[in-house]
C-alpha cells in the first residue's frame, strides 16, 4: 500500500486563484483531505525572498496583500492562521543541522504564494503555519538542500508546503492576452518535461533543467516559482514517488500542475 509523505508541491497561480480556484484548486481540496491532520505546516513561498533561510516564529500571522491593480474583493480575504512558535524551532534546528545559516522572523506573516494555496487546502486556517523563506540567488542545488534538511519533519507530522508554478513567464502573459489568448508552445512542453523527470526520479536533470530541457528558460526568466518544486522533491526524499495530482494551464502561461509524493 502507498504511503503519503507529508509533503506538496502546489501551484499559486495569480492572485485571482483565490477568488477563481477552478479545477486546481479542486484537485487541492481533494489532495490535502488526503493527509492526516499534521501538527503544523511549514510553506515556502517564492514571494518572500532572503538571502539566507528564514522561519517564521510568529504567534499570530498577518495576511500580506502582496500585490497591487487586482480584484477589491481579494483585499477582503483573510486568513487568520496562527504560528507555532516551539516548531519553527525545530524547523530552524533541522536547517541548522545540514550546515545552513539560518534566521528568524518574529512579525513574517503570510503573503498570497503562501495564503491563497492554504485557504484552498485548509480552509478554516485552525492547523499552525511557518513560513520559510526563498533564496533565489542560491539556485536550485541550493533549494533541494533546504528540502533535505526538512526531510525529517516530513517523516514525522509536519506537512512541507512548497508553493510555486512549473511554467512563470509574465511578460508572455501580456502577448498571450495581446494575441487572442493563446497558450505558447512551451508552457505545455516545459510542463510535460518536468512530469517526466519527476516521475523518472531524474534529479540531476531537474537540477540542471535550464541547461537540460529545451523550455526552461523561457519558462522561467527568474528562478524563484520553480525552486520551491526542487525543496519539495529533497524534503520528500530520494526513495519517494512523484504524482502529479493536477496538470493544467491557467492565465494562458501558468502551468498549474501540483504534485504529492509517496
Not at 477589491?72 to 496562527?82: Q, V
Not at 502577448?175 to 508552457?187: D, E, I, Q
Not at 522533491?233 to 502561461?253: E, H, I, K, M, N
Request: aromatic share 8%; with cysteine.
Amino acid at each position: 500500500m502507498s504511503t503519503h509523505r507529508n509533503v506538496l508541491f502546489v501551484p499559486h497561480g495569480a492572485p485571482t486563484f483565490a477568488l477563481n480556484p477552478g479545477a486546481a484548486g479542486a484537485a487541492m481540496t481533494q489532495v490535502a483531505q488526503s493527509f492526516a491532520t499534521p501538527r503544523a505546516i511549514v510553506v515556502l513561498s517564492p514571494h518572500w525572498e532572503t538571502a539566507v533561510p528564514t522561519v517564521g516564529t510568529a504567534t499570530q500571522l498577518e495576511t500580506i496583500y502582496d500585490f497591487s491593480g487586482f480584484d477589491s474583493r481579494l483585499y477582503d480575504i483573510r486568513y487568520p492562521a496562527t504560528g507555532c512558535p516551539e516548531a519553527a524551532k525545530l524547523v530552524a534546528s533541522a536547517l541548522q543541522a545540514q550546515g545552513l545559516e539560518v534566521r528568524l522572523d518574529p512579525t513574517r506573516g503570510l503573503d498570497h504564494g503562501a495564503w491563497v494555496p492554504l485557504r484552498q487546502m485548509f480552509p478554516d486556517a485552525d492547523i499552525p503555519v511557518i513560513p520559510l523563506s526563498l533564496q533565489t540567488h542560491a539556485g536550485p542545488a541550493h533549494a533541494y538542500r533546504v528540502g533535505q534538511a526538512l526531510a525529517q519533519l516530513a517523516q514525522g507530522d509536519v506537512l512541507i508546503v512548497a508553493s510555486g508554478n512549473v511554467t512563470h513567464n509574465l511578460r508572455d502573459y501580456g502577448v498571450a492576452r495581446m494575441s487572442g489568448g493563446l497558450t505558447p508552445a512551451y508552457v505545455h512542453s516545459f510542463a510535460d518535461w518536468i512530469h517526466a523527470h519527476m516521475v523518472a526520479k531524474d534529479v540531476d536533470a531537474l537540477l540542471n533543467y535550464r541547461q537540460a530541457s529545451a523550455d526552461g528558460a523561457r519558462a522561467h526568466p527568474s528562478e524563484d516559482h520553480l525552486l520551491p518544486l526542487f525543496t519539495a522533491l529533497g524534503a520528500a526524499g530520494a526513495d519517494a514517488q512523484a504524482q502529479a495530482f493536477f496538470r493544467g494551464v491557467s492565465d494562458y502561461v501558468i502551468a498549474m500542475d501540483g504534485y504529492s509524493f509517496h
